[in-house]
């Protein structure tokens, strides 16, 4: 096992989000990247963040239609992971500082990367 | 706009890209310039979008790794580790010695021909073709021993899960140093024009200058980081056999393009210092272990040190043979907020110059 | 100054010969480690598939009913997955790279084996065009 960075992951809710990250802002951790992966109801957003060596997970379960706080108003530098998650899966992200108003790969389809199946309400793919 | 207006000159905007003769991989910018400044800029990329992490829901985990490495041709090799070493966490595998020495020689030589190659495009920036053609003829070498070692000249092809595919033996790699030996004489001649030459400080000082605090806010990463003052390496952390090697990370305190140029030829300098360690150093063994059957479920998470900057592999399995989540969060994509704050107040000429200070590498941003 | 650096290579690009090499006249030689293409030493192949299996870029077909074994060398990256797949050991890495010409036509790009396939009570007698012994020795 290759055992070489101090690393924890921290499951938090939404309404923590923006509280824990102005902590980490303050204590002087840099923001790494923010992932996105797709369950099959849900999708799971990881917000990474490192100081030093370390390297400390928020992670936060979002049902398909909540909304989750933009984090921009803290660390400036997250528009850019918050637009592609927003547009690969479709969660909703809100009042992100630079908005590419879906165009950061501009597919024919989008939602590309989530694997939830939406049955009753309507889809919001189709050709751009 | 025509002289005998006299209405007041507003903001025009003009497109950049994605040709564009000096942009290695296609990038669009809008920018809007009042006169010749440029006071905004709204970046555009998804031209190169493969879907990369989707596929690797369909491939088998152990092939994947050369469709990781094809993420982009410049960062290939260390593209492949990563994701042999987030593999290779979530298995539990302990990678031979030999394995990771040479895995650590496979990368500085990576480090050293990725940032020859970006020293020509940065003077081809600025229009300095001779530096631009002077530094690749010197990279030729550089690639030639690539191919040497490990088979391929740009896509080395000798990362697998498990250790690397093949060994070149201790007698092609000290035969392999010494043919650099010439390399690294002309490289100190051309630094003597990167850092002399009044020109080329004339175009290099003072522009795209990105404060400490910007830098680190806007999460950027690399000689980006390092340039402007903060002492951050992810090979600190010891991975393969940087645990046993000298380093300690370059770092100027500028913040602008002279500064990125001075972080990048100091790592190549200190590359060839850590290329003689490990050939010095290289232990005997065999080169991989079989790896065979289903990952167990599970997670990890893997930070490297690629030529551009800090890059971090994601692998998720569900213990089938086909990966549930693998995600690359390149150096270049943390490093695009920052560009775009470098990029105000520069004039139009200065443009490319400070794209390509970031060494743009769109193809690993996209993937 | 530092001008003189440039001046000096300058000077001494006029009076050396060229940098580059004049291809096709002049060919780099390759290295015996080169990853240049896939051979198939065809006797030995049982035509299992495990090879267009594992190719991640789908670049081999393999037929057992018709006996064939076929490599598209333009979709090949030359990656090596085959060979460690292979279950006999009968592909292996050649060092010569298949240049342009080569990828000219068609014909040029597809490279393939084939036996005649042995009906299934295995009589054995029937030697394959490619010189192969019969199919699942």
């Keep these: 096992m290759i055992e070489r960075e101090v690393l924890t992951v921290e499951e938090i809710e939404v309404s923590k989000l923006i509280p824990a990250v102005d902590a980490l802002r303050a204590a002087g951790w840099r923001i790494i990247q923010i992932l996105g992966v797709s369950g099959a109801d849900h999708i799971e957003l990881n917000y990474s963040f490192g100081l030093g060596m370390q390297h400390r997970i928020l992670r936060l379960m979002v049902a398909p239609e ?38 950061v790969y501009d597919p024919v389809e989008g939602k590309a990367f989530s694997k939830i199946t939406v049955i009753a309400t309507s889809s919001e793919g189709g050709p751009r | 706009m025509s002289s005998h207006e006299k209405a007041a000159p507003g903001p025009t905007v003009i497109p950049f890209g994605p040709q564009h003769p000096v942009l290695p991989e296609p990038l669009h910018f809008d920018l809007t310039l009042e006169d010749e400044k440029v006071v905004g800029a709204i970046p555009q990329i998804g031209y190169i979008h493969r879907g990369l992490e989707l596929l690797v829901e369909k491939r088998d985990y152990l092939d994947y790794v050369h469709i990781a490495e094809r993420i982009c041709g410049i960062c290939s090799f260390m593209h492949g580790m990563g994701y042999c070493e987030a593999v290779e966490t979530i298995l539990g595998t302990q990678v031979p010695d030999r ?24 003077a081809d920036a600025f229009g300095f073709e ?18 040497e070692t490990s088979g391929g000249r740009v896509i080395f092809g000798s990362a697998i899960v498990g250790g690397v595919s093949r060994d070149p033996g201790d007698e092609t790699l ?28 004339h175009r290099l000082s003072g522009v795209g200058y990105v404060s400490k605090e910007m830098a680190y806010t806007l999460g950027a990463v690399g000689p980006m980081l390092r340039a402007s003052g903060v002492d951050y390496d992810a090979r600190a952390q010891g991975y393969e056999a940087y645990g046993e090697i000298e380093f300690k990370p370059v770092v100027e305190t500028a913040g602008d393009c002279m500064a990125r140029v001075l972080v990048r030829l100091g790592e190549i300098e200190q ?49 089938t043979r086909q990966l549930e989540r693998f995600r690359v969060r390149t150096p270049t994509f943390a490093n695009i907020p920052a560009m775009v704050e470098a990029i105000k107040g520069v004039s139009l000429a200065d443009v490319p110059t400070v794209i390509l200070t970031i060494d743009p590498c769109i193809s690993c941003t996209e993937r | ?59 081999i077909v393999v037929d057992k009913a018709e006996g064939l074994w076929r490599i598209d060398r333009f979709a090949c990256v030359i990656c090596g997955a085959c060979i460690r797949a292979c279950p006999v050991k009968c592909l292996s890495m050649g060092n010569e790279r298949p240049t342009a010409l080569d990828f000219s036509d068609a014909a040029g790009r597809v490279h393939e084996h084939r036996r005649e396939a042995a009906p299934a009570a295995g009589n054995g007698s029937g030697a394959g065009p490619a010189g192969g012994a019969s199919a699942g020795a």
């Design chain 1, 66 to 103: 909540a909304e989750v706080p933009s984090i921009t108003s803290v660390f400036l530098g997250a528009y850019l992971y918050e637009n592609e998650i927003r547009d690969l899966f479709g969660v909703k992200i809100e009042r992100i500082a630079v908005d590419w108003l879906g165009k």
């Design chain 2, 99 to 122: 394995a990771r020495w040479l895995r650590t020689f496979w990368s500085e030589l990576e480090r050293v021909h990725s940032h020859l190659l970006w020293l020509g495009l940065a």
């Design chain 2, 130 to 147: 001779n530096l631009f053609h002077a530094s690749w003829r010197a990279r030729e070498t550089v690639i030639d021993v690539a191919e």
């Design chain 2, 174 to 201: 000290r035969r392999c140093m010494k043919a650099i030996e010439p390399v690294r004489a002309e490289i100190l001649r051309l630094a003597q024009v990167w850092i002399g030459e009044p020109t080329v400080r």
């Design chain 2, 271 to 319: 590359s060839f210092r850590i290329l003689d360690e490990v050939v010095a150093k290289m232990p005997a063994g065999p080169v991989s272990v079989p790896i065979k059957g289903m990952p167990p479920v599970g997670e990890s998470w893997i930070r490297l040190e690629q030529p551009r900057g800090e890059v971090l592999y994601f692998v998720r399995s569900n213990g």
């Design chain 3, 1 to 59: 100054m530092a001008f003189i650096p440039m001046t000096r290579t300058a000077l001494r690009n006029l009076f050396t010969k060229p940098a580059t090499r004049r291809y096709p006249f002049v060919v780099r030689p390759t290295y015996p480690t080169s990853r240049g293409r896939i051979l198939n030493d065809f006797p030995k192949c049982i035509l299992c598939s495990m090879c267009a299996k594992h190719c991640p870029a789908d670049a």
